[in-house]
């Protein structure tokens, strides 16, 4: 059983269309992330949600909305999609919130290309 | 801001040649220096966690050792299958910032 789950895998679209990508963990965690990995392997935080709260919002656009509808799943849904979106995406969660206990368990990415 | 620093950017070593990573960070405050390997096509895998200054953790080949503003993570005799990319992250605000990765080839 794969222990933190997304998809699709691969995301081809053009610009200016919605999209949404899903994650579920089975690990039973009470946070979940969702990170950007850039051309450049650059892996980027963007969003964290605790118990569906959100705790973490780094600067991202408000194109990018989180979802959380409970605790084992966190979608990432997209608007007006642009061509600096194109990137790996990466769903992630850990037990716990606080760093000192922190493992994150990442899933295998969704690549996304925005034509 | 914080910054996350890893070098080499990449490294070729052939079977058995033991050699080290680096990542460096400049801001204080570490709440914790996170090892990651990624695979080509998946995501990130932990390895390891260091929590103060002379600290070390052993895994296998691998051994991470933390001073004040580095960590190094060291490879023994690699194989093969030690090839990948390895991500250092420091822990800060309740979030990780990662460096921009190692890429460690091994070659038969």
């Known amino acids: 059983d794969t222990a933190v789950s997304q998809t699709p895998k691969y995301l081809v679209t053009q610009m200016g269309n919605d999209k949404s990508i899903k994650c579920e963990q089975n690990l039973g965690h009470d946070t979940m992330y969702w990170y950007k990995q850039d051309s450049k392997k650059f892996l980027k935080i963007m969003f964290s949600?605790?118990?569906?709260?959100?705790?973490i919002n780094e600067t991202v656009p408000n194109r990018f909305s989180p979802k959380s509808p409970d605790k084992a799943h966190l979608n990432l849904h997209i608007n007006s999609l642009e061509l600096g979106d194109s990137a790996v995406y990466f769903c992630?969660?850990?037990?716990?919130?606080?760093?000192?206990?922190?493992?994150?368990?990442f899933g295998a990415g969704t690549r996304l290309s925005v034509l | 801001e914080d910054q996350v620093t890893q070098s080499p950017e990449a490294l070729r070593l052939q079977e058995g040649e033991s050699s080290s990573l680096n990542c460096s960070y400049t801001v204080s405050g570490l709440r914790g220096l996170f090892w990651y390997r990624q695979d080509p096509g998946k995501g990130p895998e932990f390895l390891f966690t260091?929590?103060?200054a002379g600290e070390e953790k052993e895994k296998e080949r691998l051994k991470a050792t933390l001073t004040k503003k580095e960590s190094f993570l060291h490879i023994t005799a690699p194989k093969p299958e030690d090839s990948a990319t390895y991500l250092c992250a420091r822990g800060i605000r309740e979030k990780l910032t990662f460096g921009t990765g190692t890429r460690l080839t091994i070659i038969p």
């Open positions: 260091l929590y103060s």
């Open positions: 992630a969660s850990s037990q716990y919130v606080a760093l000192a206990k922190n493992i994150q368990y």
């Open positions: 949600y605790n118990n569906k709260e959100l705790i």
